[in-house]
């Protein structure tokens, strides 16, 4: 078991992914490990995230739109 105190990045091994939620249960990002190809996508994450939140990792976007300036979505 991990240490309650431990940060998220402390956490994940080099290669692992993250579906960050928060407290009211909306997705709040999705931490995807450096280096990797965003299009590579585990399909257990794809299934979570069309499922519960509403996101297809096939639609383009242009994400100007979506992130607000100044902000960033891992």
Partial sequence: MT??????KAQLGQNDWA???????????L???EG???DLVPESI????????????NEEIDE???IPPGETLH
Avoid: R, S, W
Avoid at 3 to 8: A, D, F, M
Avoid at 19 to 29: H, S
């Fill in 3 to 8: 240490e309650k105190n431990l940060t998220l």
């Fill in 19 to 29: 579906i960050i939620i928060g407290q009211d249960g909306n997705l709040k990002g």
């Fill in 31 to 33: 931490f995807i490990p």
């Fill in 36 to 38: 990797t190809d965003e």
């Fill in 46 to 57: 794809v299934t979570i995230m069309a499922n519960y939140f509403g996101v297809d990792f």
């Fill in 64 to 66: 100007a739109e979506v």
